[in-house]
């Protein structure tokens, strides 16, 4: 049986393809043999081919250490796309144009040779793929190679074209996190990026924001009557925001020892979650207009200084326990990682954002390893009615909520009282809940596939501007600053398969609220 394109599985689908091919390009990856590459790169490329969203000139070049040549890496390229692809099986008609453009290059990322070769391997596909001289250079490499890949790149004048006319080639840069691991440190490399780039042709990844679930943020907030005039410190009594997850550090525990969770996923997936919940409406869509707004939240949150941490922030570290059912070790039990490590793995906070809108509204927000189950989750909790004019047998009203599931099983859920039927005024607590996988089929474009896409067009909207990921670093160095004071105390345990220490429990009930459970 013929598969239909994906956009029309689904009646509620139709009308929504639009033109968004990208500029004819060659996508060229440093770090070719890496997982990230296998895993979401080139399968997110692939999906964009078979969508029909690529440009008729585009080619991929792979660059690693590895010597291989153009077939073995495209044999490689098929396996983890088999693997790898949410559309299987691979189609045979698209494969077979798609790896036509395939090439790679070998060599160590600090030989200028690698970028001479890598110069004539472009001229060559120039002419024979028509990427027009437009070259889309992804850092998917470790962030020590950032800077000599971005200096040997300009030194063999792969950049040139960056003094662009509309339209003309373009040479475009998209860097994956971690962008630095403090203020200070991503400040020398967004000078570094900028001796090279010019800002606008600079996408930091953040991949949380090509989540689907992610971009509606704006589009519920800002395309909708309904919530924008309650959506202040009038009408909300507090923003819960969780980046829960079930996993613990995958044998990651040697990067995991360098950055704990609070570099990881709040530094930036959650401060993003964050900055889309309380921003102000962007005056357009432009990639400055939205970000400006973001930028203005980061600049809004109030100070901490290290009697605010203590009070204000929880940090604690997985100890042994069951994660649905299956035992789990702990965090020092892990490959890598020492076994009096001091390394967060959970962390809970509560912040201001100090402007007028949200004066006086706090934000809990927490994120977390080995939690007890996988959920990342925005929850706006409206205040009480003004007057209880009902009683309910399990004492107040509940409270209205509404809960912006980002994943899984994304959705959005309005919870509100309503009467149960019968003689009695019983009141119950009940949900409108709407469903992506319902409403629009479940074979939603990952997150890499939309960002490379956008890249591909030169739209940084939905990437990190400098300044953005500079106050994001200011706000958490805070932290570091204030737990470094106290460097001898050990995070607080929790057991794996739970929802963090009891710690960050008692920092939302001081104020008689009290956590989700989602
Ligand atoms: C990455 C972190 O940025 O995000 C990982 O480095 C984390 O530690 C991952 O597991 C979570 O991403 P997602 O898309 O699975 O929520």
Redesign the pocket.
Known sequence: MKTLPVHLDNPLRKGLIEDRTGDACAVVIFGASGDLTRRKLVPALYNLAVSRFLPSGFAIVGVARREKSDDSFRAEMKEAVSAFSRRQPIDPGVWSDFERGIGYVAGTFESPETYEKLRQHLDRIDAERGTRKSRLFYLAVSPNDFGVIMQRLNAAGLVSPAVTTPGGPFARVIIE?PFGQDLASARALNMAVAETFQEKDVFRID??LG?ETVQNLLVFRFANSLFEPLWNREHIDHVQIT?A?E?G??G?GKFYEQVGVTR??VQ??LMQLLCLTAMEPPISLHADAVRDEKVKVLRSLRPMEPHSVQQNVIRGQYARGYVKGEEALGYRDEPNVENDSRVETFVAMRVFVDNWRWGGVPFFVRAG?RLAR?V?EIAIQFKQVPHGLFHSPDGGIAPNVLSMRI?PDESIALRFTTKEPGQHTILRNMAMDFHYGAAFGSNTPE?YERLLLDAMRGDATLFTRHDEVEEQWAFVDQVFDAWRKEASIPPPFYPAGSWGPEQADDLIAHSGRRWRKP
Do not use: C, G, P, S
Request: glycine content about 0%.
């Open positions: 996190k991949h949380y989540k980046v997850e996993i550090v995958e990651r990881d996923i930036n997936h390893k996988r990342t994943q997150a």
